[in-house]
């Protein structure tokens, strides 16, 4: 009976090209053969011995004591299909063949700034992930090697000069790194970077580092300060947490029993990013922030109008971006809201057609990218806000070109549905916002231009009350009215643009206005 062979190929990488592993078992009568020399000969690649590629298609070889033995055969770097024939050496006669397709595995090597983590007094950082990308035959992103290397006043280290480094790859070829800046003046840097012995697979990415902005040291010209403010409540406790956009500094504040400001939980921090719009929303007890800003660094194109990112926020107001991207239009106003045990976001802007979009927030912060609903409004609707009553949820709006209010209900997939009510102020009121206390549901504006403010109902089916207007206006315009509660008492902080002028008031039952009880005079 002749002699049999039987051959099993296995595919792996070899010094990042494909390489097939052929095991060989030699037999005859059902016994193996040990000690059979052998001729291997392969059409396509070479074959590896010792560790090192040879360059060879022909070699010679012999089973071992249990008729086995293997060979491994590394990809030409085209790759390509080939067989690979086994001979008896003393007669040439072929007694195997095994035919193979070997592919180089081509690699790519991606950076994305996820930046805008904080960048505190005195420290410009950067925080960046590299992604390993690829494709072809014995792909292998675990536990790779990137080299990297960085210009400019960058480091790899803080307080060090440390430009070149190496950082390995997490199981799916990612892995995060922060870079450092020394020049407080702001510069752009390039980060260069490949799979270690793979020159195919360099990139490079530019990195910008924003100046480091002192609002203290250099105020606003014209003495405006801009901010962005909203409350957010961690493990049954409030926080009112503000950022200025001067210098993007970031400060956070318990709020206590009584409508008190209490002690500062901050430390100082700035982000890299003023945002122009951010609100908070709760996922499975997680505290999450949306945020867009306008003018942003890191831009990856010149066609988008802003940046946008998801992040885990703690009562520092330190914050874990969880997901982020850009828009190519801008958006002013917006909130999050709550349907059915569902997490949607609410966007709406002034340019383009006055655009509001709706999008669901998945699990553990992750925006659906598709939009549940995308429309373009009549007008810009400056003053919106969110409500739910009766098991029913929505959305009212008041716009300054023509004075219309509506409310709209939302259906339970989170879009807008039918209208609830429609009407025509007399004025323009701008900011409001809802509340509730004691089984009854209010809203609370202020006419911007001559400081007049009212409180009204909110009556069943989402049908607001005309406008009760207030006959003492407040002692100036707040462009910023922030509610929130503590225990069964209901607050709202009320503050302008000036460097520190600003109430935190006590609302009462049947539209009644309680006493303020706190002021920036006490802080």
């Known amino acids: 009976m002749a002699i049999s062979i039987k051959l099993t190929p296995s595919y792996e990488v070899f010094q990042d090209r494909s390489a097939v592993n052929i095991h060989i078992l030699a037999y005859k009568y059902l016994e193996s053969l040990p000690g059979l020399e052998v001729v ?21 070889g012999k089973t071992d004591g249990t008729g086995e033995t293997s060979v491994l055969i590394v990809a030409p770097i085209t790759g390509g299909n080939g067989q690979m024939t086994v001979s008896l050496r003393e007669n040439n006669k072929q007694i195997g063949i095994l035919p193979y397709h070997l592919i180089t595995a081509d690699y790519q ?106 609002c203290d040291a250099h105020p606003p010209s014209d003495e405006i300060y801009i901010r962005t403010i909203f409350t957010y409540s961690i493990n049954n406790n409030q926080y009112l947490l503000r950022q200025r956009q001067c210098d993007h500094l970031v400060t956070v504040y318990k709020l206590l029993a009584g409508g008190k ?48 990112m998801i992040a885990k926020l703690d009562e520092n107001g330190q914050k874990e ?23 949607f976001i609410l966007l709406h802007g002034k340019g383009n057609g006055w655009p509001v979009i709706c999008y669901e927030i998945l699990t553990r912060g992750k925006m659906n990218r598709k939009p549940i609903y995308q429309q373009n409004w009549d007008n810009f609707y400056g003053a919106i806000f969110f409500f739910s009553m009766e098991g029913k949820q ?35 009121y ?41 006959t003492a206006p407040w002692d100036t315009s707040y462009q910023y009215l922030i509610p929130f509660s503590i225990g069964e008492s209901q607050y709202f902080l009320r503050q ?18 309680g006493e303020d009880r706190d002021s920036s005079t006490n802080h």
């Open 40 to 60: 291997f000969e392969c059409s396509a690649g070479s074959f590896v011995v010792n560790g090192e590629d040879t360059g060879k298609k022909r070699l010679s």
């Open 261 to 308: 400001q209490g002690e500062q939980t901050s430390i100082g921090q700035k982000w890299v990013n003023y945002y122009d719009l951010m609100f908070p929303f709760v996922i499975e007890n997680e505290q999450y922030v949306f945020g867009l800003a306008k003018d942003f660094i890191n831009a990856p194109q010149n066609t988008d109008k802003s940046f946008w």
């Open 109 to 214: 090597l991606n950076f994305n700034v996820t930046g805008d983590y904080a960048m505190a007094d005195g420290k410009h950082s950067n925080k960046v992930n590299a992604i390993l990308t690829g494709m072809g035959t014995g792909l292998d992103l675990k536990n790779r090697q990137l080299d990297l290397t960085v210009t400019g006043s960058a480091s790899f280290e803080q307080n060090k000069v440390i430009q070149t480094t190496s950082i390995n790859t997490d199981p799916l070829g990612n892995v995060s790194f922060e870079l450092y800046d020394a020049n407080n003046s702001g510069e752009t840097v390039t980060l260069a970077g490949q799979l270690s012995g793979n020159k195919i697979s360099h990139n490079t990415e530019q990195i910008h580092f924003q100046p480091n902005l002192d």
């Open 394 to 428: 929505y959305i009212y709006r008041h716009t300054e070109a023509t004075k219309n209010i509506y409310t709209f209900e939302f259906n339970k997939d989170g879009t807008i549905g039918n209208i609830a009510y429609s009407d025509t102020w007399a004025y323009y």
């Open 430 to 470: 701008y900011p409001q916002f809802s509340y509730f206390i004691k089984g009854k549901y209010y809203y609370t504006g202020q006419r911007f231009y001559d400081n007049y403010w009212f409180i009204s109902y909110i009556y069943s089916k989402g049908v607001p009350e005309h406008v009760n207007e207030h």
């Open 321 to 343: 971006i969880i997901d982020s991207g850009y828009f190519d239009v801008s958006y002013d106003v917006g909130f999050a809201y709550n349907i059915g045990g569902r997490q």
């Open 496 to 513: 302008n643009q000036s460097k520190d002028h600003w109430y935190i008031t006590e609302t009462l039952a049947d539209t009644k206005m």
